[in-house]
């Protein structure tokens, strides 16, 4: 699942000190479960992304577990504190050892 | 008339699972863009609808949302996916996409007026006809198959540049003809089920069909991003689907019997916003 | 499997057979709910679990937690065959403790999220999400 895998990530350019953002994130991703079954009735191995961080300057914002029932494309939203300016780190975490990554700076003003 | 009446009649039995109707909302996208989703039929239709409104007012609140902003329509990551192949050079000359038409926002208004008579060709193309033909012709690649990722994506991508400007395709002229022979296609029963896409997505929309809700079968939400399988699909794959659910032999993707069914079904939305990539059941 | 119409009705009726076995089902989200608090009692509190009362397709269930104390929220999905969906974990740039995501269901049933708070404490909050079957869906 390596290739083709392509991260987005929304955060606004800019904000005030002390602001709350809300960052919105969506990989492209199958999220293979492992319960299904190929034509042949063998079990499609699971291959999933199961692990999704997101920090600011170093610090964590959110680090969440992903089981196989988040759905194909895994989305998440959530908000975070901007004291000041600075870069959020995304990074997400396959089965199959691979890491995606993506990075936003935000400016202060 | 019909619509007038299904919804008084909903109204008295809200509480009813027998009458889905589309709902009073409207649709703008990322908070800019106002598009149409129910318009006056086109003159063509005025016998037979008062009003065309398209699948996304038969859907869910969650499944409307999701349309609604770019960043929450999974189907936007296929449409950047095919911005990045729209720059990168194929085939024995050495072209890609932009080196004919520069920016893909140059495209906005194209998706609206296909399926389109080709003159020099002489026949009705589909927007993927038209990709294939700059691949094999202008770019020495080899044609993409019908409906298959690359030339989905690159419709949905061509699309997206046309959101919010209203169908346009042309029926008279030289397409005529084609368009005659969608329109039989349209009312003709087909398979064990004997149904016609006219059965149910003209006599019955806003009913349930099972537990899901009948819509007036637009497409001018296509290529759409179905929740059930997660990628974007084509308005022949569709197409398919449907006569096949009638337990029929069905026509392939790329057929000439589904280029003129796409030219007819669209223009029974002529006047919709186009909306593709679009978020449906 | 495809939820076909036979298979939903043998679904059903295995539902049925099942309900005499209750402690079947329920003793995975059981287990996966004392291995998250440790076997600490768990309330109800400063934890809002929102998703939709019937989900158009259970492929894509919009689901959102919520919670102003929460260090630790668990979501699982109670009739699915393994519960756990996701486990989100709040650090210090969090400026709330909401979250959203979208989760598959295998068919109509109750989603729970519990919460472990700054005080220590764990709450639960659940919600009953109807999964439709589509029409003929092509």
Redesign the interface.
């Given at each position: 699942m390596a290739s083709g895998v392509k991260p987005r990530v929304k955060v606004p350019k800019k904000a005030a000190a002390g602001d709350?953002?809300t960052i919105k994130t969506l990989i492209s991703h199958k999220m293979e479960?492992g319960?299904r079954k190929d034509k042949e009735g063998n079990v499609i191995p699971r291959s999933i992304i199961n692990r999704f961080t997101c920090?600011?300057n170093g610090?964590?914002?959110?680090?969440?577990?992903?089981?196989?029932?988040?759905?194909?494309n895994?989305?998440?939203?959530?908000?975070?504190?901007v004291p000041e300016a600075g870069e959020f780190q995304f990074t997400w975490y396959d089965d199959d050892g691979s890491v995606y990554e993506a990075t936003k700076s935000i400016a202060i003003g | 008339m019909k619509y007038v009446t299904g919804a008084a009649l909903a109204s008295l039995l809200t509480t009813s699972l027998a009458f889905a109707d589309p709902v009073d909302d409207t649709l703008i996208l990322n908070e800019e863009t106002d598009m149409i989703t129910r318009t006056a039929a086109p003159a063509h239709l005025s016998d037979t609808l008062d009003e065309v409104m398209s699948g996304w007012l038969f859907?869910?609140?969650?499944?409307r949302a999701?349309q609604a902003d770019d960043f929450d329509n999974p189907g936007m990551i296929f449409v950047e996916q095919a911005q990045d192949s729209w720059m990168i050079a194929e085939g024995t000359e050495g072209k890609s996409c932009s080196s004919c038409h520069n920016d893909m926002d140059s495209m906005a208004g194209v998706k609206a007026t296909y399926p389109k008579w080709n003159e020099e060709a002489g026949e009705v193309r589909t927007l993927q006809m038209q990709m294939n033909n700059c691949r094999t012709e202008r770019m020495g690649a080899e044609a993409w198959g019908y409906d298959k990722t690359p030339a989905i994506n690159m419709e949905a991508a061509l699309s997206a540049v046309s959101r919010g400007l209203p169908v346009n395709v042309a029926i008279d002229g030289p397409a005529q003809s084609a368009w005659e022979l969608g329109k039989e296609l349209y009312y003709t029963r087909t398979g064990q089920l004997e149904l016609s896409c006219a059965n149910c997505h003209e006599d019955s929309y806003g009913m349930?069909?099972?537990?899901?809700?009948?819509s007036q079968g637009q497409i001018n939400g296509f290529p759409v991003y179905r929740?059930?399988n997660?990628k974007l699909n084509g308005v022949h794959s569709?197409f398919?689907?449907?006569v096949?659910?009638t337990r029929a032999e069905t026509y392939k993707p790329g057929s000439a019997e589904f280029v003129a069914l796409e030219l007819y079904v669209a223009s029974r939305g002529n006047g919709l916003s186009v909306e593709g990539p679009s978020i449906r059941? | 499997m495809e939820l076909t119409r036979r298979n939903a009705i043998l679904l059903g009726a295995s539902a049925v057979l099942a309900s005499g076995l209750p402690a079947l089902a329920s003793t995975v989200t059981d287990d996966a709910i004392a291995t998250f608090t440790g076997g600490a009692a768990v309330g109800e509190g400063d934890l809002k679990l929102t998703a939709?009362e019937?989900?158009?397709?259970g492929?894509?269930?919009?689901i959102?937690v919520a919670s102003s104390t929460a260090v630790e929220i668990m979501v699982l999905?109670t009739g699915?065959?393994?519960?756990?969906?996701?486990?989100?974990?709040?650090?210090?740039?969090?400026?709330?403790r909401?979250?959203?995501?979208?989760?598959?269901?295998a068919g109509t049933q109750d989603v729970v999220a519990i919460a472990k708070l700054e005080d220590g404490s764990f709450v639960q909050a659940s919600s009953a999400v109807k999964v439709?079957?589509?029409?003929?869906?092509?």
């Amino acid at each position: 699942m390596a290739s083709g895998v392509k991260p987005r990530v929304k955060v606004p350019k800019k904000a005030a000190a002390g602001d709350v953002i809300t960052i919105k994130t969506l990989i492209s991703h199958k999220m293979e479960s492992g319960q299904r079954k190929d034509k042949e009735g063998n079990v499609i191995p699971r291959s999933i992304i199961n692990r999704f961080t997101c920090d600011f300057n170093g610090e964590n914002v959110v680090d969440i577990t992903l089981e196989p029932a988040i759905s194909t494309n895994p989305f998440f939203e959530f908000e975070a504190k901007v004291p000041e300016a600075g870069e959020f780190q995304f990074t997400w975490y396959d089965d199959d050892g691979s890491v995606y990554e993506a990075t936003k700076s935000i400016a202060i003003g | 008339m019909k619509y007038v009446t299904g919804a008084a009649l909903a109204s008295l039995l809200t509480t009813s699972l027998a009458f889905a109707d589309p709902v009073d909302d409207t649709l703008i996208l990322n908070e800019e863009t106002d598009m149409i989703t129910r318009t006056a039929a086109p003159a063509h239709l005025s016998d037979t609808l008062d009003e065309v409104m398209s699948g996304w007012l038969f859907r869910g609140t969650e499944t409307r949302a999701m349309q609604a902003d770019d960043f929450d329509n999974p189907g936007m990551i296929f449409v950047e996916q095919a911005q990045d192949s729209w720059m990168i050079a194929e085939g024995t000359e050495g072209k890609s996409c932009s080196s004919c038409h520069n920016d893909m926002d140059s495209m906005a208004g194209v998706k609206a007026t296909y399926p389109k008579w080709n003159e020099e060709a002489g026949e009705v193309r589909t927007l993927q006809m038209q990709m294939n033909n700059c691949r094999t012709e202008r770019m020495g690649a080899e044609a993409w198959g019908y409906d298959k990722t690359p030339a989905i994506n690159m419709e949905a991508a061509l699309s997206a540049v046309s959101r919010g400007l209203p169908v346009n395709v042309a029926i008279d002229g030289p397409a005529q003809s084609a368009w005659e022979l969608g329109k039989e296609l349209y009312y003709t029963r087909t398979g064990q089920l004997e149904l016609s896409c006219a059965n149910c997505h003209e006599d019955s929309y806003g009913m349930m069909i099972r537990a899901d809700h009948l819509s007036q079968g637009q497409i001018n939400g296509f290529p759409v991003y179905r929740l059930k399988n997660t990628k974007l699909n084509g308005v022949h794959s569709r197409f398919k689907g449907c006569v096949r659910d009638t337990r029929a032999e069905t026509y392939k993707p790329g057929s000439a019997e589904f280029v003129a069914l796409e030219l007819y079904v669209a223009s029974r939305g002529n006047g919709l916003s186009v909306e593709g990539p679009s978020i449906r059941n | 499997m495809e939820l076909t119409r036979r298979n939903a009705i043998l679904l059903g009726a295995s539902a049925v057979l099942a309900s005499g076995l209750p402690a079947l089902a329920s003793t995975v989200t059981d287990d996966a709910i004392a291995t998250f608090t440790g076997g600490a009692a768990v309330g109800e509190g400063d934890l809002k679990l929102t998703a939709p009362e019937i989900a158009e397709n259970g492929n894509t269930v919009p689901i959102e937690v919520a919670s102003s104390t929460a260090v630790e929220i668990m979501v699982l999905a109670t009739g699915n065959p393994t519960p756990s969906v996701a486990t989100f974990k709040f650090g210090s740039m969090a400026a709330t403790r909401n979250a959203s995501t979208r989760i598959r269901l295998a068919g109509t049933q109750d989603v729970v999220a519990i919460a472990k708070l700054e005080d220590g404490s764990f709450v639960q909050a659940s919600s009953a999400v109807k999964v439709t079957i589509g029409g003929c869906g092509g």
